[in-house]
């Protein structure tokens, strides 16, 4: 009794250890869309062609009715692991170099084809430096012990190197098998954020070299600003006297009402005489003279201001000079 008791625990043990490692085994998958409408019997045809054409690769079992297809596979792995400050014993990366061995599963359904690749297995190929195989590839993200014999760091980075190059070597493979034609592709884009570019305000380097920076100012200046505060006229922020613009204000005033009496018709009940008319023929005429005149007088004030300013500048540097 003691003896079965031991070999059914013994067992089960196994067992256990056995699932436990399956649902652990690194696994590749990759999906093709497919346009509606697509035999899947030229589906079905296409993957087994795709077996026997792709290079490395070997078709054992096919079902027609469950559309699956099985093979194996391999690839020729190169270790070009380098890690700096880390210390290595001599040709670690030649040790590991070898092939990896792996299943695929094919499984056409209706409008997806979903390919597994699994079981992958690292084993390392002769060399006269002797050879260091990981064996099976696992989901863990470090080795697992007793199965690498150099430095931790190192052994890590290689266990994960030899999954990337099996992601990167099967996802090529899976490429192969279907034509371009025959794959459904996205009909919608994604929405693309605004960019909002911020403005910023660029300041001349050589701003400091200008020489209104270096004017010296004297008393001198400040009189005559003095002066040219008093005597000119105030000046409205467009640069015009506002003399002018009041001037303007009454005139438009006094049009506005002769406008509204107009539109009452009041002088008109009591007719107009010939007088009056030959009155209102000459001012209508004399208007846009008037107007000409108000321009031209606004154009000579402005020039006259001009020389002014201008003069006075003159004989300000002039002064600034003598005095140098």
Same mark, same amino acid.
């Given at each position: ?27 590749? /998958? ?12 030229? %589906?079905?045809? %296409? ?33 070009? !692991? ?54 099976? %590839? ?23 190197? %030899? ?35 911020? !403005? ?116 300000? /540097? ?7």
């Amino acid at each position: 009794m003691k003896r079965i008791s031991i070999l059914l625990l013994f067992s089960f043990f196994i067992i256990s250890q056995n699932v436990f490692s399956q649902s652990k085994i690194y696994e590749i /998958y990759d999906t093709i869309p497919i346009r509606s409408g697509t035999n899947k019997y030229r %589906l079905y045809r %296409l993957a087994i062609k795709w077996m026997g054409k792709e290079r490395g690769t070997k078709m054992v079992a096919k079902n027609f009715k469950q559309r699956k297809v099985a093979g194996k596979g391999y690839f020729v792995y190169y270790n070009r !692991v380098k890690l700096e400050d880390t210390y290595v014993s001599p040709r670690a990366n030649e040790r590991t170099k070898g092939s990896i061995a792996f299943n695929i599963v094919v499984d056409i359904q209706d409008s997806i084809i979903i390919t597994r690749f699994f079981n992958f297995v690292h084993k390392a190929a002769f060399s006269e430096y002797g050879t260091m195989s990981f064996g099976r %590839l696992m989901e863990f993200k470090k080795v697992p012990p007793g199965v690498c014999m150099e430095i931790e760091e190192w052994c890590n980075a290689v266990w994960a190197n %030899l999954k990337h190059e099996a992601e990167l070597e099967c996802k090529y493979r899976a490429s192969n098998m279907i034509p371009i034609v025959l794959i459904r592709r996205r009909t919608y884009k994604a929405k693309e954020e605004e960019k909002v570019e911020e !403005v910023k305000e660029e300041v001349d380097p050589d701003k400091y070299l200008e020489i209104e920076n270096y004017i010296i100012h004297d008393k001198k200046e400040e009189k005559a600003t003095e002066t040219t505060d008093i005597d000119e006229a105030p000046l409205s922020e467009d640069g015009t006297d506002e003399s002018d613009e009041i001037e303007e204000e009454e005139i438009a005033q006094e049009e506005e009402v002769a406008d509204e009496e107009e539109k009452s018709g009041f002088f008109s009940k009591f007719g107009k005489n010939k007088n009056e008319e030959k009155d209102e023929q000459e001012e209508e005429e004399e208007k846009p003279q008037k107007e000409e005149k108000v321009k031209k007088e606004k154009k000579s004030k402005k020039e006259k201001k001009k020389k002014k300013d201008e003069d006075e500048y003159d004989d300000y /540097y002039d002064d600034y000079d003598d005095d140098y």
